[in-house]
């Protein structure tokens, strides 16, 4: 089945410890986005790349940055990863229509020590 | 940015029962979603309803978008309809992308 994977489910890291998170689609969708969720708030987007153009939300601290190697493939660097970067990742995919609806990954649940 | 309230924040169901949620948004929208979050995290697209009704199963929704409204039924709650319910918009002008709603938090019991 076409999806969007997430992996890994569970990431641990330390305080400081650079960690990347990736994401693959077999949607063949032009639009990936990444979204933080902390505990019982809504999913907050972070960037997303709409093709190869980078769009990055006002407010993502620089510590996060994203890659887009190619279609399938969406990676997100943590890169001094604080006590507060601890959430659920989440990766979605469109395909940017009339009709745009976001598919999403199961997420990684970052924990930082 | 266009603001998003979801209510209730919480609702506790018998099962069996029927609910209805309600996602109010301040500006025109092309692009409504409601999003269930199970337990484990996974956001499982619902319906994609700028405007209209749509059913599907148990489940039916509703969006006024004159009135800047929708709502969200689910019929004979079960156990496994627990979880948060998201609503999920884009405002109509220019280009932007979804803004999520609170979210309400079902818990169905039996």
């Known amino acids: 089945d076409a999806m969007v994977i997430q992996n890994p489910r569970y990431q641990v890291t330390q305080f400081g410890k650079p960690v990347t ?5 077999t949607l063949n969708h032009n639009v990936m986005y990444w979204y933080q969720q902390k505990s019982s708030q809504a999913p907050k987007l972070l960037f997303h ?7 990055n939300e006002a407010d993502t601290p620089d510590n996060f940055q994203s ?3 190619n279609t399938s493939f969406c990676f997100l660097d943590i890169r001094s990863p604080g006590l507060g970067d601890a959430a659920m990742y989440l990766c979605a995919t469109s395909r940017r229509t009339s009709v745009d609806i976001q ?5 990684t649940r970052l924990s930082v020590l | 940015g266009i603001q998003v309230e ?3 924040p919480d609702l506790i169901l018998q099962e069996g029962a029927n609910s209805t949620l309600r996602c109010n948004f301040s500006d025109s929208v092309n692009n409504l979603q409601w999003f269930h979050q199970n337990p484990w995290g996974q956001l499982i697209n619902l319906f994609y309803i700028p405007s209209g009704t ?16 929708s709502l969200l039924y689910i019929s004979s709650s079960q156990t496994t309809d627990s979880g948060v319910y998201f609503c999920a918009v884009e405002r109509r002008s220019g280009y932007s992308t ?5 979210g309400t938090m079902l818990l169905v019991s039996p």
Request: hydrophobic share 25%.
């Open chain 2, 6 to 8: 979801q209510s209730p």
């Open chain 2, 98 to 102: 979804l803004t999520f709603g609170k």
């Open chain 1, 21 to 25: 998170l990736s994401c693959s689609q």
């Open chain 1, 49 to 55: 790349y709409y093709d190869k153009d980078f769009n």
């Open chain 1, 103 to 107: 598919y999403f990954g199961a997420g």
């Open chain 2, 54 to 69: 749509k059913q599907n199963g148990r489940l039916s929704a509703t969006t006024v978008a004159t009135e800047r409204y």
């Open chain 1, 67 to 69: 890659r887009r190697p």
